[in-house]
């Protein structure tokens, strides 16, 4: 099982990016996909995750209304669009992946088995 997470990058506040997280090893139809992000000296945190359905979400209440994950089972990616962006979203941002859902635990690190390396994201003037 491998993720490659990619699309972050330099964007002024208010701008909007979106990252995708590539799949290889695993179908992103049978697992739990999540999106994570850890700032300088903070710990890791959970912005969303999806079921293998793709029919269940979950956002962070500091991203809600202004981040999107939706997934495209054909090509094996799961996305993170992500809008209206702040300075306090700046950060290195991970996808995750478990054969398993745990309802809103599935924003929690400790539910993900297999994770990519990250992709900075930052927000600034």
């Known amino acids: 099982v491998q993720l490659q997470a990619s699309g972050g990058g330099l964007v002024q506040p208010g701008g909007s990016l979106i990252l995708s997280c590539e799949a290889s090893?695993?179908?992103?139809?049978?697992?739990?996909v999540g999106w994570f992000r850890q700032a300088p000296g903070k710990e890791r945190e959970g912005v969303s995750c999806i079921n293998s359905s793709g029919r269940t979400t979950y956002y962070a209440e500091s991203v809600r209304g202004r981040f999107t994950i939706s997934r495209d089972s054909a090509k094996n990616m799961v996305y993170l669009q992500m809008k209206s962006l702040k300075p306090e979203d700046t950060a290195v941002y991970y996808c995750g992946s478990a054969p398993s859902w745990y309802g809103p635990a599935s924003l929690k690190a400790f539910s993900y088995e297999y994770w990519g390396q990250g992709t900075l994201v930052t927000v600034s003037s």
């Open positions: 090893g695993f179908t992103v139809d049978r697992y739990a």
